[in-house]
């Protein structure tokens, strides 16, 4: 009977050792297995903004045991092809990690007055729209569209109509003796006079924000940014020797005149290079 039980015992004893060796032995396998990650070469800092290059990228061999979930955060050494000529969103010291919020581009910001000929100026003018007039997101930054002003009372004489009358040539041709300085030339603009009144559309003008959107809806969504305000259009108007262009007077008229009420939009179809 107590053979028996030592022959259970030493079996038992027999199976622990030789699970707490296969133990042993998976833990010293998972050590010696390596995983490449991208890194910066010690020898080199990169600062915020700077492109990456691959000079500036070493692997850096991790065991597997100890990975963990480190592969949702940092890139693997086969994927560094793609980080290549990427900025970099805050200063990476020799022997760091590269992770993946070091590369995460910064949300766009309102830009304009770049690169304009001599004597011109940009600004930006908000425009509170009818928000049953469009989807705005179908509607990005860059996109052109026409603003369509219903009104009431009889058209301005300076409305192009394909013709003009001779007393408002006439009045014209006062201002410039009177001044010693030509009238602005009409708004580009087309009116249609209902039962109800006018209907005048005018632009085309560049949105440069929808609300405090300033890029794609997709791209503002990935953010995590909420959209607001995406009745009121930022749309880029110019200064031509500190004189604002015709239509922009245009439309600031006729929003005065409605109290900044009955404006549609109208988008123009998107230039094919662009997309």
């Given at each position: 009977m107590k053979g028996i039980q030592g022959l259970i015992l030493a079996l038992g004893l027999g199976i622990a050792g030789a699970l707490f060796n296969w133990a042993y032995l998976h833990q010293k396998s998972l050590e010696q297995a390596m995983v490449l990650f991208v890194g910066i070469n010690p020898n080199v800092t990169v600062n915020a903004g700077d492109k990456l290059s691959e000079d500036h990228l070493v692997p850096v061999a991790i065991p597997a045991g100890s990975v963990g979930n480190?592969?949702?955060?940092?890139?693997?050494?086969?994927?560094?092809?793609?980080?290549?000529?990427?900025?970099?969103?805050?200063?990476?010291t020799g022997g760091s990690l590269v992770l993946r919020e070091d590369l995460k581009t910064p949300p766009p910001e309102l830009v304009f007055g770049e690169n304009l000929p001599?004597?011109?100026?940009?600004?930006?003018?908000?425009?509170?729209?009818?928000?049953?007039?469009?989807?705005?997101?179908?509607?990005?930054?860059?996109?052109?569209?026409?603003?369509?002003?219903?009104?009431?009372?009889?058209?301005?004489?300076?409305?192009?109509?394909?013709?003009?009358?001779?007393?408002?040539?006439?009045?014209?041709?006062?201002?410039?003796?009177?001044?010693?300085?030509?009238?602005?030339?009409?708004?580009?603009?087309?009116?249609?006079?209902?039962?109800?009144?006018?209907?005048?559309?005018?632009?085309?003008?560049?949105?440069?924000?929808?609300?405090?959107?300033?890029?794609?809806?997709?791209?503002?969504?990935?953010?995590?940014?909420?959209?607001?305000?995406?009745?009121?259009?930022?749309v880029s108007v110019r200064l031509k020797n500190g004189q604002l262009e015709p239509k922009a007077q245009r439309l600031i008229a006729l929003l005065q005149e409605t109290g900044f009420r009955n404006v549609t939009v109208m988008l123009r179809p998107r230039d094919k290079k662009s997309r």
């Amino acid at each position: 009977m107590k053979g028996i039980q030592g022959l259970i015992l030493a079996l038992g004893l027999g199976i622990a050792g030789a699970l707490f060796n296969w133990a042993y032995l998976h833990q010293k396998s998972l050590e010696q297995a390596m995983v490449l990650f991208v890194g910066i070469n010690p020898n080199v800092t990169v600062n915020a903004g700077d492109k990456l290059s691959e000079d500036h990228l070493v692997p850096v061999a991790i065991p597997a045991g100890s990975v963990g979930n480190l592969k949702d955060f940092a890139y693997l050494w086969e994927s560094r092809s793609s980080l290549v000529g990427r900025p970099v969103y805050r200063t990476l010291t020799g022997g760091s990690l590269v992770l993946r919020e070091d590369l995460k581009t910064p949300p766009p910001e309102l830009v304009f007055g770049e690169n304009l000929p001599p004597g011109e100026e940009e600004r930006v003018l908000w425009v509170p729209v009818a928000s049953n007039s469009f989807v705005p997101s179908l509607v990005s930054p860059g996109d052109m569209v026409d603003f369509v002003v219903s009104y009431g009372g009889p058209t301005p004489a300076y409305v192009s109509s394909g013709s003009s009358s001779s007393s408002s040539s006439s009045e014209e041709g006062s201002s410039e003796e009177e001044s010693g300085q030509p009238s602005p030339k009409p708004a580009p603009s087309s009116s249609i006079r209902t039962a109800k009144g006018n209907i005048e559309v005018l632009g085309p003008f560049k949105i440069l924000s929808l609300g405090n959107r300033l890029s794609s809806w997709e791209v503002w969504q990935a953010w995590g940014k909420q959209p607001a305000n995406e009745n009121v259009l930022g749309v880029s108007v110019r200064l031509k020797n500190g004189q604002l262009e015709p239509k922009a007077q245009r439309l600031i008229a006729l929003l005065q005149e409605t109290g900044f009420r009955n404006v549609t939009v109208m988008l123009r179809p998107r230039d094919k290079k662009s997309r």
